[in-house]
């Protein structure tokens, strides 16, 4: 391989081993030395990679989130053309992808907090990115929300960030069936054309 090839080789083993790693034992339970025990690297190799443990961390929950936002608008765009069809089809997706490895799970709704302020940055730009898929979707609805459809669709954003957190701590875990029905109740309820809120707005 050229020099470049070996690089590239040793960041994905790195990132490899930080999938599994920061998922358990967890984030700052896990050394640089035992992430380059993992990866057969040497520790001066992680350095040529990675700035520290949380640029690793980074690059990994940014990964999980490049995947998912993929699986989620694909799940969407097949979905019917109907505002509602196209929610529940993205939250359905969202908590099935993510659920179905807990590594990603725990990664993306645990650890990155764990990591600290230094990566802050990088969830408020996923949050953002999710939400932009939830209002693009919602564009050309017959009946919008009465109040603001960015707030709205951070505070949808925001509780089921809460419903994973509680899947991945909580032992057992809820069914997934039940977080999916719950998000959706709370969506439905949200983007109601009746309800309390378009009460208070007309």
Known sequence: MSAAERL????????????????????????????CATARISNRAFYECFSSREDLMRAVY????????????????????ALDDRIVAGIAEYIRFVTADVRRARLMHLEVRRAGNVLSGARQQAVASFT??????????????????????????????E????????????????????CVYIFRRTFASEGPMAASAQ
């Open 163 to 182: 419903l994973l957190i509680e899947w991945v701590v909580t032992e057992p875990s809820p069914p997934t069936e039940q977080l999916v029905e719950a």
């Open 8 to 35: 590239a080789d040793r960041r994905e083993r790195l990132i490899s081993a930080a999938y599994t790693l920061f998922a358990h034992p967890g984030f700052h339970a896990t050394t640089i030395e035992r992430l």
């Open 132 to 161: 932009k898929v939830i209002e693009s979707s919602a564009r050309g609805a017959t009946r919008m929300p009465p109040l603001d459809l960015h707030l709205l669709a951070l505070g949808l954003i925001g509780a089921l960030t």
């Open 62 to 81: 940014e990964r999980c989130i490049e995947e998912t936002l993929r699986s989620v608008t694909e799940a969407i765009d097949k979905a019917p053309p």
